[in-house]
């Protein structure tokens, strides 16, 4: 069974930073994707940023320059640094972890809040 545990979500100042880490359990992380997605009230989940299992990153336009996503395989844990926080950037941030076995297989963290706000 494959867990994902987020943490490091909380309150901030518009311009402040935060790190998100992702930590999992079992010993596919370093032969899967890991993504961060957020939920905006009102809004559909979007992806963030991913770290892909070849060590490739992509990020939304909406964050480029600003959020960095990196990996620690001896950790099994990935992590967002969030930089120059916009109060839109305010929602609840999940960690996904893609499998490619056999059948594709997508697991979710249970999420952590970010809010930005003066």
């Known amino acids: 069974q494959v867990q994902l545990v987020e943490s490091g979500g909380g309150l901030v100042q518009p311009g402040g930073s935060l790190r998100l880490s992702c930590a999992t359990s079992?010993?596919?992380?370093?032969?899967?994707?890991m993504g961060w997605y957020r939920q905006a009230p009102g809004k559909e989940r979007e992806l963030v940023a991913v770290?892909?299992?070849?060590?490739?990153?992509d990020y939304a336009d909406s964050v480029k320059g600003r959020f960095t996503i990196s990996r620690d395989n001896a950790k099994n844990t990935v992590y967002l640094q969030m930089n120059s926080l916009k109060p839109e950037d305010t929602a609840v941030y999940y960690c996904?972890?893609?499998?490619?076995?056999?059948?594709?297989?997508?697991?979710w963290g249970q999420g952590t809040q970010v809010t930005v706000s003066s």
């Open positions: 079992g010993i596919i992380f370093r032969i899967s994707d």
């Open positions: 770290s892909t299992r070849g060590d490739t990153t």
């Open positions: 996904k972890l893609t499998y490619y076995g056999v059948t594709k297989r997508d697991y």
